[in-house]
């Protein structure tokens, strides 16, 4: 069946660095385009990154210049390497494959697949 498998998260000092994988299978994850949500406790599952097939990239404006989403098709495995983390960035991060045939890359709905997540947690 698809899977994602989310990994690398963890505890960090404020300025340190993270680099998140998401291992996938069974998903035609060459063609598909592949975001980054979190979710803080309390809060709404946000947007923080998306990868079109091409390797197009789009960020929310609060990663922006941080935070790098990257994959490697040979390997079936979508990367976002986090830098300069601050203590909001804390949060469970959730892989997804976008729906074929959606428009936009913020919605949580135009995804399909989803991992289970990662706790990354950053401290003051």
């Known amino acids: 069946q698809v899977q994602l498998v989310e990994s690398g998260g963890g505890l960090v000092q404020a300025g340190g660095s993270l680099r998140l994988s998401c291992a996938t299978s069974?998903?035609?994850?060459?063609?598909?385009?592949m975001g980054w949500f979190r979710q803080a406790p309390g809060k709404e599952r946000e947007f923080v990154a998306a990868?079109?097939?091409?390797?197009?990239?789009y960020y929310s404006g609060s990663v922006k210049g941080r935070f790098t989403i990257s994959r490697d098709n040979g390997k079936n495995t979508l990367y976002l390497q986090m830098n300069g983390l601050k203590s909001e960035d804390t949060a469970v991060y959730y892989c997804?494959?976008?729906?074929?045939?959606?428009?936009?890359?913020?919605?949580?709905?135009?995804?399909?697949?989803w991992g289970q997540g990662t706790q990354v947690t950053v401290s003051s």
């Open positions: 069974r998903l035609a994850f060459s063609i598909a385009t």
């Open positions: 990868i079109g097939s091409g390797g197009s990239t």
């Open positions: 997804a494959r976008r729906m074929a045939g959606t428009n936009g890359f913020f919605t949580p709905p135009n995804y399909d697949y």
